[in-house]
């Protein structure tokens, strides 16, 4: 077993949605709890951080017209729309789960309080961290960063459509390679579009390594978390 005891994992939103493009599939969402469950009944801490593009984002609706601070608001409770159904799935299985949101939304969730979920965590709950930061110009992958640092994370997982990071796009590039593993600083330096640099920031002064991974691939969480696979690419300090 691998020594990750607590883990952020952070999912888009767009992965989400339907065919069309937006909402929610609930095989996807049904999928993704299959994933968390089978390494929440590990005995592991699961901290999650939503994205909400399936519903709106703000950037692309300040390109509309929208007033930026209030896209982004809008984009936060997006965030939570998605994270209040994958609550309800979560419970529907059995596994016990709360809300808390970076922006106050009651009756639906409670404030985020980093003592409150760690709190929550140690209890046996899996822990959605929704609304973002709480602020408005900052990502969710700043969002799951900053809650991954609050948590005291061991590792932050971002789940993407491809299995880790490529010398370039291997969907437009059929001779991309991949990183089983990279530092921050050369992540950097060949600007590899991993996160935010916000995000990428937290994390590197924080020492907390990022795996970024296929989220779509069948017991992949699993096999990374408790197998200890190297399934993805690990973005880490390496001295």
Do not use: W
């Not at 990750?4 to 599939?25: P, Q």
């Not at 005995?43 to 909400?52: A, K, N, P, Y």
């Not at 399936?54 to 809008?74: A, L, P």
């Amino acid at each position: 077993m691998t020594s990750y005891k607590r883990i952020l994992l952070k999912l888009s939103g767009e992965s989400l949605a339907s065919a069309s493009g937006h909402g929610i599939d609930a095989a996807v969402l049904n999928a993704y709890v299959a994933e968390i469950a089978s390494v929440y009944h590990q005995g592991v801490q699961v901290g999650i951080v939503l994205g909400g593009g399936n519903i709106f984002r703000g950037v692309s609706g300040s390109e509309k017209g929208f007033d930026r601070v209030q896209g982004d608001y809008m984009g936060m409770l997006a965030t939570v729309i998605n994270s209040l159904a994958l609550q309800s799935a979560l419970e529907n299985t059995g596994i016990p789960s709360v809300v808390l949101s970076g922006v106050a939304i009651d009756p639906l969730c409670e404030r985020m309080c980093r003592r409150k979920a760690v709190q929550h965590l140690e209890n046996g709950h899996v822990v959605i961290m929704a609304g973002g930061t709480g602020n408005p110009f900052f990502t969710t992958d700043s969002a799951a960063a900053l809650r991954a640092v609050e948590i005291k994370a061991d590792v932050l997982l971002k789940g993407t459509r491809v299995d880790g990071v490529y010398t370039a796009d291997p969907e437009k590039d059929p001779t991309a390679t991949r990183f089983s593993e990279i530092s921050f600083d050369m992540a950097y330096e060949k600007n590899l579009k991993i996160m935010d640099l916000t995000a990428f920031t937290l994390c590197k002064e924080n020492d907390i390594p990022i795996i970024v991974f296929d989220v779509n691939a069948a017991g992949n969480l699993k096999e990374i978390i408790i197998d200890g696979k190297p399934n993805g690419t690990v973005v880490k300090n390496l001295v």
